[in-house]
């Protein structure tokens, strides 16, 4: 994935999927043979092929909403952070206040202790509910929203601190406004039926809710209309998710002045003060048009409404902290009908992701002294420094390429910043609060916590020792502004990486993502940025239309791809991951035979060649089921391709994947070498 600029935005007790090493052989091992369909024909559907027999074996679990190999190791993983977080729960109180062991400890403990969390129902939430409903005017109004954004709920005003995009060296403010409980602009705005029931289902959710809290059918009736307003006309004012993808598009510096003079009907200068943000310098307002309609509203709104809307975003932002009866309604909407879940996962993992999301690194250090092997790191960071070199090989043989553009390339992929595993600097809470008394406060205090460290950078210089993602994940990203990728600890593990497996394999599943992450500092929104993360064209015009011509033919091939009938992928949204995967893939193909140099070729393990394995790998790496709800939801807003399509999608346009095979014209897996798409 990759982090979008301005918005630092994706009964299981398993043993770790990891295969024991092959007896009294010195082989490597291949890919697990046994999840291959061998009676589907690679050069049909190789997805279906590679992972047709492990899903046959491995129904999809009701508390899934996707579902891959790694998926597995995703459950094994949060069962090894379950383990952490019970054996610090039995020695916190031994622990000095605020150690990680008595942070990770405490927050588990009062999360678990469900009948605690019951008993208290919405007693947590009543002094800021008897805030709300005293606002009788507006400037207690804004200061209201701004408590709300300093436990990190917009209700909708938001604050950030992001790179300066003309002075990197430098953090500034981001001015936003958020607040929507709908995915996105157009689950309000269109009248077709997959959008048109969410809004039905969420409506419905909106009142449960609130008769939950205690208000009456009327009110509860009366509230909903209140909160479709106040979102809808939000909604309307907002761009869509293809043209936040352009980085011009929401670079709009100004001064404090000029925020206050867009909108002047927010008290700015009370919420910079409370937040801590200085008022001098430069700041961003990604959406300016959005921030007007916001101030229109706050006026033109009746102040009850306005009541309703903030008693909703605080209930439903909290509900999976409360009791039962709210989380639940919680997971009725949020996992259920708009992903398909079809039960929630249990207690002791939501409890595990809440420990992740608040407090990750604290959680996340005890992680990687246990799990992860120094030698994994290594290895990782090899295999990225010889996927870098084959970007930059790659970059040389273009010949759509001038000189001169290949010369800012190069600058820019020598700049990259390669971090793997952790964090050399661990984040220190100071501050925070945790005890076993009431689990809301706890989240509250690690949010408060992460507010203020985010908005603490504003007006210094950048920390480029920062993560943001925590060591456990599973996933990766690239960062355009600060030009680095970064390779969380829980990436090396089968599916994705396997110590005692075949340099194919290795390639194949997190060479691809690594590969994949590269390829975003140079595909069409990276391809805007220069070396130092500056927002600034250093295409020459003929090189860039060349490149265009390049990520069209991308955006063309994924428009194809149908999830159902009449819902098609949005090309443009993913035309940025669908150029990493395919990127990826072929730059992770180039450097695993780069790298076997004088060392000669891997042998064939269970009657796949290493070419064979390398893309077997690629397919149980990336290949996924997804619940059509889920599938829905993300074809309205998730700029990755679904599973399915980023294992067919990239590998469809590599001749060195049909020859692999020995695929033929005509065969699926084979697009016609007219509409070939190839970048890197
Ligand atoms: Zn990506």
Same mark, same amino acid.
């Given at each position: 994935?990759r982090?979008?600029?301005?918005l630092?935005?994706?009964?299981?007790?398993?043993?770790?999927?990891?295969?024991?090493p092959?007896?009294?052989?010195?082989?490597?091992?291949?890919?697990?043979?046994?999840?291959i369909?061998?009676?589907?024909?690679?050069?049909?559907?190789?997805?279906?092929?590679?992972?047709?027999?492990?899903?046959?074996t491995?129904?999809?679990?009701?508390?899934?909403?996707?579902w891959?190999?790694?998926?597995v190791?995703?459950?094994a993983?949060?069962?090894? &952070?379950?383990?952490?977080?019970?054996?610090?729960?039995?020695?916190?109180?031994?622990?000095?206040?605020?150690?990680?062991?008595?942070?990770?400890?405490?927050?588990?403990?009062?999360?678990?202790?469900?009948?605690?969390?019951?008993?208290?129902?919405?007693?947590? $939430?009543?002094?800021?509910?008897?805030?709300?409903?005293?606002?009788?005017? &507006?400037?207690?109004?804004?200061?209201?929203?701004?408590?709300?954004?300093?436990?990190?709920?917009?209700?909708?005003?938001?604050?950030?601190?992001m790179?300066?995009?003309?002075?990197?060296?430098?953090?500034i403010?981001?001015?936003?406004?958020?607040?929507?409980?709908?995915?996105?602009?157009d689950?309000?705005?269109?009248?077709?039926?997959?959008?048109?029931?969410?809004?039905?289902?969420y409506?419905?959710?909106?009142?449960?809710?609130?008769?939950?809290?205690?208000?009456?059918?009327?009110?509860?009736?009366? /509230?909903v209309?209140?909160?479709?307003?106040?979102?809808?006309a939000l /909604?309307?004012?907002? $761009?869509?998710?293809?043209?936040?993808?352009?980085?011009?598009?929401?670079?709009?510096?100004?001064?404090?002045?000029? $925020?206050?003079?867009?909108?002047?009907?927010?008290?700015?200068?009370?919420?910079?003060?409370?937040?801590?943000v200085?008022?001098?310098?430069?700041?961003?307002?990604?959406?300016?048009?959005?921030?007007?309609?916001?101030?229109?509203?706050?006026?033109?709104?009746?102040?009850?409404?306005?009541?309703?809307?903030?008693?909703?975003?605080?209930?439903?932002?909290?509900?999976?902290?409360?009791?039962?009866?709210?989380?639940?309604l919680?997971?009725?909407?949020?996992?259920?009908?708009?992903?398909?879940?079809?039960e929630?996962r249990?207690?002791?993992?939501?409890?595990?992701?809440?420990?992740?999301?608040?407090?990750?690194?604290?959680?996340?250090?005890?992680?990687?002294?246990?799990?992860?092997p120094?030698?994994?790191?290594a290895?990782?960071?090899?295999?990225?420094?010889?996927?870098?070199?084959?970007?930059?090989?790659s970059?040389?043989?273009?010949?759509?390429?001038? /000189?001169?553009?290949?010369?800012?390339?190069?600058?820019?992929?020598n700049?990259?910043?390669?971090?793997?595993?952790?964090?050399?600097?661990?984040?220190?809470?100071?501050?925070?609060?945790?005890?076993?008394?009431?689990h809301?406060?706890?989240?509250?205090?690690?949010?408060?916590?992460?507010?203020?460290?985010?908005?603490?950078?504003?007006?210094?210089?950048?920390?480029?020792?920062?993560w943001?993602?925590?060591?456990?994940?599973?996933?990766?990203y690239?960062s355009?502004?600060?030009?680095?990728?970064?390779?969380?600890?829980?990436y090396?593990?089968?599916?994705?990486?396997?110590?005692?497996g075949?340099?194919?394999?290795?390639?194949?599943?997190?060479?691809?993502?690594?590969g994949?992450?590269?390829?975003?500092?140079?595909?069409?929104?990276?391809?805007?940025?220069?070396?130092?993360?500056?927002?600034?064209?250093?295409?020459?015009?003929?090189?860039?239309?060349?490149?265009?011509?390049?990520?069209?033919?991308?955006?063309?091939?994924?428009?194809?791809?149908?999830?159902?009938?009449?819902?098609?992928?949005?090309?443009k949204?993913?035309?940025?991951?669908?150029?990493?995967?395919?990127?990826?893939?072929?730059?992770?193909?180039?450097?695993?035979?780069?790298?076997?140099?004088?060392?000669?070729?891997e042998?064939?393990?269970?009657?796949?060649?290493?070419?064979?394995?390398?893309?077997?790998?690629?397919?149980?790496?990336r290949?996924?089921?997804?619940?059509?709800?889920?599938?829905?939801?993300?074809?309205?807003?998730?700029?990755?391709?679904?599973?399915?399509?980023?294992?067919?999608?990239?590998?469809?346009?590599?001749?060195?994947?049909?020859?692999?095979?020995?695929?033929?014209?005509?065969?699926?897996?084979?697009?016609?070498e007219?509409?070939?798409?190839?970048?890197?």
């Amino acid at each position: 994935m990759r982090l979008v600029p301005f918005l630092i935005v994706s009964a299981l007790s398993l043993a770790l999927p990891v295969p024991a090493p092959a007896a009294g052989s010195a082989t490597p091992r291949g890919v697990p043979a046994e999840n291959i369909d061998r009676a589907a024909p690679p050069c049909g559907d190789f997805d279906a092929y590679a992972n047709g027999q492990w899903r046959a074996t491995h129904p999809m679990p009701d508390i899934q909403t996707r579902w891959a190999i790694r998926s597995v190791t995703e459950d094994a993983t949060r069962a090894r &952070l379950r383990s952490i977080a019970e054996e610090d729960a039995a020695k916190a109180s031994t622990q000095p206040k605020g150690s990680p062991a008595q942070l990770v400890g405490d927050f588990y403990a009062a999360c678990i202790d469900e009948k605690r969390v019951d008993s208290l129902g919405l007693k947590p $939430l009543e002094p800021t509910l008897h805030e709300i409903d005293s606002i009788r005017e &507006l400037p207690a109004l804004a200061a209201e929203m701004t408590r709300l954004e300093g436990v990190g709920i917009s209700a909708p005003v938001n604050l950030t601190a992001m790179q300066n995009l003309h002075d990197t060296t430098q953090m500034i403010a981001g001015v936003g406004i958020n607040g929507l409980g709908l995915p996105d602009r157009d689950y309000y705005l269109r009248d077709e039926p997959r959008f048109k029931d969410v809004r039905e289902k969420y409506r419905a959710y909106i009142h449960q809710m609130l008769m939950a809290a205690g208000s009456s059918d009327g009110e509860a009736t009366q /509230a909903v209309t209140a909160v479709l307003a106040i979102e809808t006309a939000l /909604a309307r004012a907002r $761009l869509s998710r293809v043209e936040l993808r352009d980085p011009k598009a929401i670079d709009h510096p100004m001064s404090f002045a000029e $925020l206050q003079a867009l909108a002047p009907h927010f008290d700015w200068a009370a919420a910079f003060r409370t937040l801590g943000v200085p008022t001098t310098g430069r700041l961003n307002v990604g959406q300016p048009k959005l921030v007007q309609a916001f101030d229109g509203l706050l006026v033109a709104t009746p102040l009850g409404d306005w009541r309703a809307y903030l008693r909703w975003r605080l209930l439903d932002s909290s509900a999976e902290y409360l009791s039962s009866a709210f989380d639940r309604l919680h997971f009725g909407f949020h996992d259920a009908a708009l992903n398909g879940a079809k039960e929630q996962r249990p207690r002791w993992q939501r409890c595990v992701i809440a420990t992740d999301r608040k407090i990750g690194e604290a959680l996340g250090h005890e992680y990687v002294d246990r799990y992860l092997p120094p030698e994994a790191k290594a290895r990782a960071r090899t295999m990225a420094q010889t996927i870098v070199d084959e970007l930059k090989l790659s970059i040389q043989s273009r010949d759509w390429m001038s /000189a001169a553009t290949k010369a800012k390339a190069l600058d820019k992929v020598n700049a990259l910043n390669i971090k793997v595993g952790y964090p050399d600097k661990w984040k220190d809470y100071a501050g925070v609060q945790v005890d076993r008394a009431t689990h809301l406060e706890d989240v509250w205090s690690a949010s408060r916590f992460a507010v203020r460290d985010a908005l603490g950078q504003i007006g210094k210089p950048i920390d480029r020792g920062r993560w943001a993602m925590t060591p456990p994940t599973m996933n990766a990203y690239y960062s355009p502004e600060m030009n680095e990728i970064v390779v969380p600890a829980g990436y090396l593990q089968p599916p994705g990486f396997d110590a005692a497996g075949l340099d194919a394999i290795n390639y194949g599943a997190v060479g691809v993502s690594i590969g994949h992450e590269i390829s975003h500092g140079v595909d069409d929104e990276g391809a805007q940025f220069a070396a130092d993360g500056r927002l600034e064209n250093w295409w020459t015009d003929a090189d860039y239309k060349a490149f265009q011509a390049r990520t069209a033919c991308t955006t063309n091939q994924y428009d194809g791809y149908f999830v159902e009938p009449g819902l098609h992928l949005q090309g443009k949204l993913v035309t940025g991951e669908a150029l990493g995967d395919l990127g990826g893939v072929n730059l992770a193909y180039r450097a695993y035979h780069r790298s076997r140099g004088s060392k000669g070729p891997e042998p064939t393990v269970d009657g796949f060649t290493p070419d064979q394995q390398f893309f077997l790998a690629e397919a149980h790496w990336r290949g996924s089921l997804v619940r059509p709800e889920a599938l829905r939801t993300a074809v309205a807003t998730d700029p990755h391709p679904p599973g399915h399509f980023r294992v067919i999608g990239p590998l469809s346009n590599m001749p060195e994947f049909q020859k692999a095979f020995s695929c033929k014209e005509g065969d699926a897996m084979v697009r016609a070498e007219a509409e070939r798409c190839s970048v890197w």
